[in-house]
């Protein structure tokens, strides 16, 4: 037969079992798993980052869209045949995107920026290089796609209206300071010009030009770098497009449309006991 048990065994046994407190206390909320806060967080590209804000890059949307409509003009009387320029977009990526976006033989300028410093790339579409002298030279500008390289009479001939557009570029820039484009050399292989190191980020403003039946792509490549100087006129020239942008004809429609309102008005007076 076993011993019995004494009374600190006993005594030691109890405390060892659990209170029923203890087994009706409610379970313990689980953690959160990590999957909830994904959704919280917002992806980040290091070698995409965004350092143009978005009020920068609609200002440079607005200057442009008035470089492409005078430029529209002056290339119409430039060619005696009408043209048309539309901007497309006004985007950031880097360097490296950029040139592989272009052809592999197209018509690439570097521009210097004076007194700023720092230098752009303006990059005309072969396409577009030949409907302009075919038209300078007296031909319809229904030219066929010819995938060769520009020769350098091309290259000459073009550079009436590279000095054109710049001379439009520097006009429309003037509202946030004054600066000069200076055409420094020219080059046919986009991998021959490199203003600024490939996973830089640059702005891209794309264009749209038509020339007649044909129509081709022409692109701004300013790195974001050389638009510190002008970030404070580029944020002033976005609030003054806002508050400019609407014509007497819509302060009156909005006259009416506040005059026709309908408002609830609530009046709560002062209870007293008398």
Not at 39 to 61: C, E, T
Not at 159 to 179: C, H, K, N, S, V
Request: hydrophobic residues 40%; negative net charge; charged residues 25%.
């Amino acid at each position: 037969m076993s011993e019995l048990l004494s009374q600190e065994e006993v005594n030691a046994l109890l405390q060892s079992i659990p209170l029923q407190e203890e087994f009706e206390k409610p379970a313990a909320a689980p953690k959160p798993t990590p999957t909830r806060y994904r959704k919280r967080a917002s992806r980040y590209d290091f070698k995409r980052p965004n350092r143009i804000s978005k009020n920068v890059l609609q200002s440079l949307h607005f200057l442009h869209e008035r470089y492409a409509r005078n430029l529209a003009l002056n290339l119409s009387a430039y060619l005696r045949t009408v043209a048309d320029i539309a901007l497309l977009s006004v985007d950031q990526l880097s360097y490296a995107e950029f040139l592989m976006s272009l052809p592999e033989t197209t018509c690439i300028n570097v521009v210097k920026i004076v007194p700023q410093g720092g230098t752009i790339a303006f990059e005309v579409n072969p396409t577009l290089v030949f409907a302009i002298i075919e038209k300078l030279m007296g031909g319809s500008s229904e030219t066929p796609t010819m995938n060769r390289e520009i020769t350098l009479i091309e290259q000459t001939l073009i550079e009436g209206f590279i000095e054109m557009a710049l001379r439009d570029l520097q006009d429309a820039w003037r509202a946030i300071g004054e600066t000069q484009f200076q055409l420094d050399r020219r080059e046919t292989s986009p991998q021959l010009v490199q203003i600024v190191a490939p996973n830089e980020i640059v702005v891209v403003i794309v264009f749209e030009v038509k020339v007649g039946q044909t129509s081709g792509m022409m692109n701004l490549c300013i790195p974001a770098i050389y638009l510190e100087p002008f970030a404070v006129e580029l944020r002033q020239e976005h609030q003054t497009d806002v508050t400019t942008r609407m014509t007497p004809d819509d302060y009156r429609r909005l006259d009416e449309v506040l005059a026709n309102a309908v408002t609830r008005l609530s009046v709560h007076l002062c209870r007293k006991q008398l």
